[in-house]
């Protein structure tokens, strides 16, 4: 049932027409009873003493009108009584707002006081209905005087706000002006980092000893030399595939895991590899670079770099030395780094919650299951091979002559070369050229993280000022991301404009993700949000929620109700459903929602649980 609201013309008409229609039941007119008096001059007989359905589609004698059988198709021949079931019954409502009432209800023995306050509605029955239009019309222009003063508070909080998002508007955009300007002089910044440390690599591998000494320990040692070193190669080639294995398996985990179960083991061990990866970014950004890489292209990859090194490291003796104390210590931090990841999966793996689904957790610990298996293969293989090449002898060889190649490489000098243009003062020289290469590697991706993360905060920025739809006049922009609680006992709502809608225990703290913000519901003026992809329901959708906001100053989180599996409905009140008004107090801008929006919306405290 609909309430017909009339227009001013339509209620001087009722007021005009109350002796007739709408004093009392004696004075009613059995021939125009239940006529809205906009419509009376229709309900007279023609030349043909004939009554035209409203519609059009035939004619009646005036006779049969309110007859109590129902003759047109409209159901405009029986405005009085219950004849038509699509009929309607004006209600004059003295003192009060004109109604309709569908004509079934029509001398049903129900006052139906929610559309006629006068009792009219009852003129051919037992029961007794007396007049209150008087009492409801005075307590409904006192609900209009609250409401008024409800929007005109929200109203002026709203132009705050808009004159807030205003300000910050004009403030975002000169920060992301500024970001852009600076991601220039950062991209100069690495092109030059990039250039010294392609310089001091080249250098590096330009080096080379002269000396009959050089020459007589290549001749004697170089040979056993690069066994060594290939050994060491080989071994690093299995490390290193190890060690992004364990990278690429803790990554998993801290992009995908679920945050709502709040796993300790879990949180532990992305805390621990998170530190890693900000002190060593570089890391992270070369396992993913080969991360779908298959087997096929491994080989070939490993078969490149080991005809790289033959190329380069096994040509003298100087380089094939250089190459091995890098292997060597690249392999003992690739030790460290398998041993600080394999600590971290096996604590995950022996101290998860096991009861919590987190399907990343699940495939990190099937990966490290794995990982072991397959290690102990590495492990047999490597030791074949070693014997095979006599492993410890070569090994023993060359701590033997190890003293006396740093002693002659010391004291050699560097050959200068023109086109790489590295500068270098006395401290350069005392630190050393590998330890160069290593700080110009470092300062390369230092700068090119530094690069990536401001251009993440000016694709923010753009996506926030350039792309996302903020209401009129961004009225939502200076309260996006705020979040706002509603403790309902056993869970605690939280909605975070415009973002996020969580759904928290109580008990344990544990999150569930009711969806987040995906749009605007088309129609509603802005005041009604759909928050979607949720956390799953166990066996059923994905947990999404709608947000309707109705008018208030204060921003505050009214009710959470679950209306069908996994789909939840949520009350708040915000200056954004209210009116913007003007200088002189005059609505501007009318946010506020449609009768079927908040009739949709309800304002009951009401909340049903689901099941975690």
Request: with cysteine; charged share 30%; proline share 3%.
């Amino acid at each position: 049932m609909h309430i017909a609201r009339l227009s001013p013309v339509g209620l001087v008409l009722a007021v005009n027409f109350g002796l007739a229609i709408g004093d009392t039941k004696q004075h009613l007119n059995p021939a125009v009873r239940g006529v809205d008096p906009q419509l009376l001059s229709k309900y007279k007989a023609n030349d043909a003493g004939q009554f035209t359905c409203l519609d059009g589609s035939q004619q009646i004698p005036i006779a049969r009108v309110n007859d109590d059988y129902c003759d047109c198709v409209d159901g405009s021949d029986e405005p009085g009584t219950s004849a038509c079931a699509n009929g309607t019954f004006y209600c004059a409502n003295k003192g009060h707002i004109p109604g309709k009432l569908a004509a079934w209800r029509v001398n049903d023995g129900i006052c139906d006081y929610d559309v006629c306050c006068d009792g009219s509605d009852e003129w051919d029955t037992d029961a007794v209905c007396p007049d209150k239009c008087e009492e409801i019309g005075r307590l409904h222009r006192h609900k209009v005087t609250e409401q008024k003063g409800i929007e005109e508070a929200g109203g002026k909080r709203l132009a705050e706000l808009i004159g807030n998002s205003s300000s910050l508007r004009v403030a975002k955009q000169k920060e992301l002006d500024e970001k852009r300007a600076q991601l220039a002089d950062i991209e100069a910044e690495l092109t030059a980092a990039e250039k010294r440390k392609e310089a001091l690599e080249k250098q590096q591998r330009d080096i080379t000893e002269s000396s009959d000494k050089l020459q007589s320990l290549a001749d004697q040692y170089l040979p056993s030399l690069v066994l060594y070193r290939k050994q060491l190669a080989a071994e690093l080639h299995i490390l290193r595939a190890q060690r992004d294995r364990l990278i690429l398996i803790l990554r998993s985990v801290r992009v995908d895991h679920n945050p709502e179960f709040n796993d300790p083991a879990v949180t532990s061990a992305i805390k621990e590899y998170s530190e890693f990866v900000d002190a060593y970014p570089y890391m992270e950004q070369a396992a993913l670079e080969f991360a779908d890489e298959d087997d096929a292209a491994y080989a070939e990859r490993i078969l490149q770099m080991d005809q790289d090194n033959i190329a380069e490291d096994d040509v003298a003796l100087d380089k094939c030395n250089q190459a091995v104390e890098i292997a060597e210590a690249e392999m003992a931090t690739a030790h460290d780094d398998i041993g600080l990841f394999y600590r971290l999966l096996v604590n995950l793996r022996d101290g998860y919650n096991k009861n919590y689904h987190d399907l990343a957790v699940k495939a990190a610990v099937s990966g490290l299951n794995a990982f072991e298996t397959d290690r102990s293969a590495s492990e047999e293989k490597i030791q074949k091979e070693q014997e095979e090449v006599g492993f410890v002898a070569l090994k023993q060889q060359y701590d033997e002559i190890k003293p006396q190649l740093e002693e002659l490489f010391a004291e050699s000098s560097t050959d200068e070369d023109d086109e790489t243009e590295v500068k270098e003062d006395s401290n350069d020289k005392k630190l050393g050229l590998d330890q160069q290469v290593t700080e110009a590697r470092t300062a390369y991706w230092d700068i090119h993280s530094t690069l990536n993360r401001e251009r993440n905060e000016v694709d923010q920025l753009k996506s926030l000022l350039e792309e996302s739809d903020l209401g009129p006049n961004d009225m939502y922009l200076s309260v996006k991301g705020e979040c706002y609680k509603l403790d309902t006992g056993e869970y605690t709502y939280e909605v975070c404009l415009l973002d996020r809608v969580s759904q928290i225990s109580n008990k344990d703290n544990s999150r569930q993700s009711l969806g987040t913000f995906d749009s605007f519901a088309e129609g509603t003026n802005h005041t009604r949000h759909n928050y979607l992809h949720g956390t799953k329901c166990w066996n059923g959708p994905e947990r999404s929620i709608v947000v309707q906001i109705v008018c208030n100053e204060h921003i505050q989180l009214l009710s959470v109700s679950e209306l069908e599996k996994c789909e939840y409905r949520a009350i708040m009140t915000a200056p954004f459903a209210c009116p913007v008004l003007d200088s002189i107090g005059n609505v501007s801008v009318d946010n506020s929602p449609s009768v079927s929006d908040m009739e949709t919306a309800g304002l009951g405290n009401e909340h049903v649980h689901d099941e975690l």
